[in-house]
């Protein structure tokens, strides 16, 4: 803090030289750091400690909120406690009885896939962590998580609530963590429609209400009602997890893509607890390992181990590949403008070759969805 | 004299911070001023020595530990505030206080050119126009903010 003063003895004129060169010094200072941040992934450490310095401001910021919140509930008359209660009561006789069979059909299922006993679920752990800030403006949605570290949080671990997923973790400080939320602008969720199988991105719109699926055809099957739950690619979140429902689809006739979106089922705007999940990195609903770790970073699965994908069929990617022109064979796969060249376009339903799936780091790929033919898709957060 | 307008300038920075941070529902958040901006702007302006782009650097560093998606991003962005208030501060401190209004509004609007760039090199390029709100209500909310920031120092520096 002393840095503060080291001109304050020497006159300053109005404009002398001494005010443009510590200028250029601590610009190229904030250069060098936002480099070695972004480029290089040096400051991991430096970030961890940061935001365990950060963690006390924040918890003291947010207690006003808090206090206020908690005198508000003391005084919850009883009425409204009553009707809180019977609410509770009929959702859980719902949940209940929607549990009743389970493990039956976990029997028969795997008996369908030929399996020797029934898998565990893929969920191992759970933990339930408060929020401590939130950050829901239409630039960032982020919740501040009082789990960190010590309890065994990584970052890019799945968070949840009990109706659906609500993001995962980016900075992980000592005592508490910065959560992404799906409906960052910044954050693409790899999903798949329910009914139909289709595999897409779901991009957040940056209010806590919608996401965007900006990448889905024209003519791609999906409707107003439709659930949306992860596929398992990415790297993150496991196969299967309920996200959103579609609200609704715009299709015009000039248009290649179609307009679609879908609002979250977790409540991110009234949550006060969410639960962060360690999946079982050896069940085949876990999520796919990512090829690249970042330094070190674990990123994804607590133990990163190659494990059973999903299956899928193998026929698909091999006809592929010989078509394309060299130079398209090049750039079709990460940057997307041209269109992907494709031997005859195929039932939508088909799972075929990777779908790049994508974490906050990177932004959202342009969703290269091989199963219908590519149109001139220019996605709309350009990135590397 | 010094000692207290430095602990003065460290406080209204602090305090910035909270205002920065502190929770708030998502419509008022995009009216929300950039409080850290308006006081790294004042101290420029009216104690170029005590602070400078020293108090711009350190004080963007602390608001990228909070929000920025890189570190430095706001470093660079508030450095560069600070040295164009500390250039023109007696300019600037000589107008009233409606036009040094309407020169924040240009500070603010730099300042919020220079995160939204950085932004986009970065790759998280967020186009919504609703960022740019932000700038408005600083400088319509920039008299008061000078006149709380003034309040009983005596001389300026």
Same mark, same amino acid.
């Given at each position: 803090?002393?840095?503060?003063?080291?001109?304050?003895?020497?006159?300053?004129?109005?404009?002398?030289?001494?005010?443009?060169?510590?200028?250029?010094?601590?610009?190229?200072?904030?250069?060098?750091?936002?480099?070695?941040?972004?480029?290089?992934?040096?400051?991991?450490?430096?970030?961890?400690?940061?935001?365990?310095?950060?963690?006390?401001?924040?918890?003291?910021?947010?207690?006003?909120?808090?206090?206020?919140?908690?005198?508000?509930?003391?005084?919850?008359?009883?009425?409204?406690?009553?009707? =809180?209660?019977?609410?509770?009561?009929?959702?859980?006789?719902?949940?209940?009885?929607?549990?009743?069979?389970?493990?039956?059909?976990?029997?028969?299922?795997?008996?369908?896939?030929?399996?020797?006993?029934?898998? !565990?679920?893929?969920?191992?752990?759970?933990?339930?962590?408060?929020?401590?800030?939130?950050?829901?403006?239409?630039?960032?949605?982020?919740?501040?998580?009082?789990?960190?570290?010590?309890?065994?949080?990584?970052?890019?671990?799945?968070?949840?609530?009990?109706?659906?997923?609500?993001?995962?973790?980016?900075?992980?400080?000592?005592?508490?963590?910065?959560?992404?939320?799906?409906?960052?602008?910044?954050?693409?969720? !790899?999903?798949?429609?329910?009914?139909?199988?289709?595999?897409?991105?779901?991009?957040?719109?940056?209010?806590?209400?919608?996401?965007?699926?900006?990448?889905?055809? $024209?003519?791609?099957?999906?409707?107003?009602?439709?659930?949306?739950?992860?596929?398992?690619?990415?790297?993150?979140?496991?196969?299967?997890?309920?996200?959103?429902?579609?609200?609704?689809?715009?299709?015009?006739?000039?248009?290649?893509?179609?307009?679609?979106?879908?609002?979250?089922?977790?409540?991110?705007?009234?949550?006060?607890?969410?639960?962060?999940?360690?999946?079982?990195?050896?069940?085949?609903?876990?999520?796919?390992?990512?090829?690249?770790?970042?330094?070190?970073?674990?990123?994804?699965?607590?133990?990163?181990?190659?494990?059973?994908?999903?299956?899928?069929?193998?026929?698909?990617?091999?006809?592929?590949?010989?078509?394309?022109?060299? =130079?398209?064979?090049?750039? $079709?796969?990460?940057?997307?403008?041209?269109?992907?060249?494709?031997?005859?376009? =195929?039932?939508?339903?088909?799972?075929?070759?990777?779908? =790049?799936?994508?974490?906050?780091?990177?932004?959202? !790929?342009?969703?290269?969805?091989?199963?219908?033919?590519?149109?001139?898709?220019?996605?709309?957060?350009?990135?590397? | 004299?010094?000692?207290?307008?430095?602990?003065?300038?460290?406080?209204?920075?602090?305090?910035?911070?909270?205002?920065?941070?502190?929770?708030?529902?998502?419509?008022?958040?995009?009216?929300?001023?950039?409080?850290?901006?308006?006081?790294?702007?004042?101290?420029?302006?009216?104690?170029?020595?005590?602070?400078?782009?020293?108090?711009?650097?350190?004080?963007?560093?602390?608001?990228?530990?909070?929000?920025?998606?890189?570190?430095?991003?706001?470093?660079?962005?508030?450095?560069?505030?600070?040295?164009?208030?500390?250039?023109?501060?007696?300019?600037?401190?000589?107008?009233?206080?409606?036009?040094?209004?309407?020169?924040?509004?240009?500070?603010?609007?730099?300042?919020?050119?220079?995160?939204?760039?950085?932004?986009?090199?970065?790759?998280?390029?967020?186009?919504?126009?609703?960022?740019?709100?932000?700038?408005?209500?600083?400088?319509?909310?920039?008299?008061?903010?000078?006149?709380?920031?003034?309040?009983?120092?005596?001389?300026?520096?």
């Amino acid at each position: 803090m002393a840095a503060f003063g080291t001109a304050a003895g020497r006159p300053l004129q109005g404009r002398d030289g001494a005010a443009g060169f510590r200028f250029t010094v601590y610009a190229a200072l904030a250069v060098v750091i936002m480099y070695l941040d972004q480029r290089q992934h040096y400051l991991e450490r430096l970030r961890y400690v940061l935001q365990a310095a950060a963690y006390p401001v924040q918890l003291a910021v947010n207690s006003p909120p808090a206090a206020w919140s908690s005198i508000r509930r003391s005084f919850e008359g009883r009425d409204q406690l009553q009707a =809180e209660n019977a609410s509770l009561k009929a959702r859980q006789r719902d949940l209940e009885l929607r549990s009743m069979r389970y493990e039956d059909l976990a029997r028969e299922n795997a008996e369908l896939r030929g399996l020797r006993a029934a898998l !565990p679920p893929v969920a191992d752990r759970w933990l339930p962590a408060e929020i401590v800030n939130v950050q829901l403006s239409s630039l960032r949605q982020r919740l501040l998580i009082d789990r960190g570290a010590v309890n065994g949080v990584f970052k890019g671990q799945a968070v949840l609530d009990d109706r659906g997923l609500i993001g995962q973790t980016t900075n992980v400080g000592p005592w508490s963590a910065e959560v992404i939320l799906i409906t960052d602008p910044e954050h693409g969720t !790899p999903v798949r429609i329910e009914r139909t199988g289709l595999r897409t991105i779901a991009v957040g719109a940056g209010d806590a209400t919608s996401l965007a699926l900006p990448y889905l055809p $024209a003519n791609a099957d999906i409707k107003q009602g439709d659930l949306l739950v992860t596929s398992g690619l990415g790297g993150v979140f496991p196969h299967g997890y309920p996200v959103a429902r579609v609200t609704e689809v715009h299709r015009e006739a000039v248009q290649p893509l179609a307009q679609v979106r879908a609002a979250p089922l977790a409540h991110i705007g009234t949550d006060s607890e969410v639960m962060l999940v360690w999946f079982r990195p050896d069940h085949p609903a876990a999520p796919a390992p990512q090829t690249a770790t970042v330094n070190g970073v674990k990123a994804g699965n607590a133990a990163l181990q190659p494990q059973a994908a999903p299956p899928r069929p193998t026929a698909a990617p091999a006809p592929a590949m010989p078509k394309p022109a060299p =130079e398209a064979a090049r750039t $079709a796969p990460r940057t997307g403008p041209a269109p992907r060249p494709k031997p005859a376009p =195929e039932p939508a339903t088909e799972p075929a070759t990777e779908v =790049e799936a994508t974490s906050p780091a990177e932004g959202p !790929p342009p969703a290269v969805d091989p199963a219908v033919p590519q149109p001139e898709t220019q996605p709309p957060k350009g990135n590397r | 004299m010094n000692a207290f307008s430095r602990g003065r300038m460290l406080l209204s920075v602090i305090f910035g911070l909270v205002l920065t941070v502190f929770p708030l529902p998502a419509w008022l958040d995009v009216l929300r001023p950039a409080f850290v901006v308006l006081v790294v702007l004042y101290w420029s302006v009216n104690a170029p020595r005590l602070g400078g782009i020293a108090l711009g650097f350190f004080s963007g560093f602390a608001l990228d530990v909070f929000q920025g998606p890189v570190l430095g991003q706001h470093a660079l962005a508030l450095s560069l505030v600070a040295y164009i208030a500390v250039r023109e501060h007696q300019r600037i401190r000589t107008k009233p206080a409606l036009q040094q209004a309407l020169v924040v509004f240009g500070a603010l609007a730099v300042y919020e050119f220079a995160v939204f760039a950085i932004d986009g090199w970065s790759g998280h390029p967020v186009t919504s126009p609703l960022r740019w709100v932000h700038t408005v209500t600083g400088a319509l909310i920039w008299p008061p903010v000078a006149a709380i920031l003034g309040y009983r120092s005596r001389a300026r520096i």
